[in-house]
């Protein structure tokens, strides 16, 4: 197998996170999005949608979507256990990464489209799109704020794959320069304590 990758994107830092965690080793080879080398034919043919990261299988095939990857390789690698070990675990650490993507990394990703000059000319910026996806983040903030207490981990006492896609996120916002609503303290704890492991390097 082998993992097509983009440093600087949070979608492929969540899986590298993940890798990381588990101690699984795979090769990557390096897609720079920036200079459009995902929209080249060659890897339109790996994914037509143009996106990181890319898993190659061994028959040649192709997974395309970073939460699918995780949880194949999860499948092949379950020990440790990132998505939990009884379906009740294994719903609430689902439900708090989905919290973690939809309602943080993919807001941040709004606010930073509708603010950044390096958007801007490249699509249509709203300021209204841009408020509400402010607003919306600092909900999904606060949701994940109380669910983390005082836990070392977003889903409790271990890190599970929710810790690897909040990261990407909070990391995200941090290059975007998107501010986080300072009263989510937890969510800060959460974010130092968790980039001192070597997996946040990842």
Same mark, same amino acid.
């Given at each position: 197998?082998?993992?097509?990758?983009?440093?600087?994107?949070?979608?492929?830092?969540?899986?590298?996170?993940?890798?990381?965690?588990?101690?699984?080793?795979?090769?990557?080879?390096?897609?720079?999005?920036?200079?459009?080398?995902?929209? +080249?034919?060659?890897?339109?043919?790996?994914?037509?949608?143009?996106?990181?990261?890319?898993?190659?299988?061994?028959?040649?095939?192709?997974?395309?979507?970073?939460?699918?990857?995780?949880?194949?390789?999860?499948?092949?690698?379950?020990?440790?256990?990132?998505?939990?070990?009884?379906?009740?675990?294994?719903?609430?650490?689902?439900?708090?990464?989905?919290?973690?993507?939809?309602?943080?990394?993919?807001?941040?990703?709004?606010?930073?489209?509708?603010?950044?000059?390096?958007?801007?000319?490249?699509?249509?910026?709203?300021?209204?799109?841009?408020?509400?996806?402010?607003?919306?983040?600092? +909900?999904?903030?606060?949701?994940?704020?109380?669910?983390?207490?005082?836990?070392?981990?977003?889903?409790?006492?271990?890190?599970?794959?929710?810790?690897?896609?909040?990261?990407?996120?909070?990391?995200?916002?941090?290059?975007?320069?998107?501010?986080?609503?300072?009263?989510?303290?937890?969510?800060?704890?959460?974010?130092?304590?968790?980039?001192?492991?070597?997996?946040?390097?990842?």
């Amino acid at each position: 197998m082998k993992l097509y990758d983009f440093a600087m994107a949070p979608n492929p830092k969540k899986v590298r996170v993940y890798l990381a965690e588990k101690g699984i080793s795979l090769p990557l080879e390096p897609v720079n999005i920036a200079a459009g080398e995902s929209r +080249t034919p060659e890897f339109l043919k790996k994914n037509p949608l143009g996106g990181v990261p890319v898993l190659e299988l061994d028959d040649g095939s192709y997974l395309t979507e970073s939460l699918v990857i995780i949880e194949y390789l999860e499948e092949l690698h379950p020990t440790p256990p990132m998505i939990g070990t009884s379906p009740l675990e294994r719903a609430r650490v689902r439900e708090l990464e989905r919290i973690a993507e939809l309602g943080i990394l993919q807001r941040v990703g709004t606010i930073f489209q509708n603010t950044s000059p390096f958007f801007a000319g490249r699509v249509k910026q709203s300021a209204d799109a841009a408020e509400t996806a402010r607003n919306q983040l600092n +909900t999904a903030l606060k949701v994940l704020d109380a669910r983390i207490g005082n836990h070392p981990f977003v889903a409790g006492d271990r890190p599970t794959i929710a810790d690897c896609t909040l990261l990407a996120a909070l990391e995200f916002a941090e290059f975007g320069q998107v501010a986080l609503d300072p009263s989510c303290t937890n969510v800060a704890r959460w974010l130092r304590d968790f980039k001192q492991r070597p997996s946040a390097q990842a």
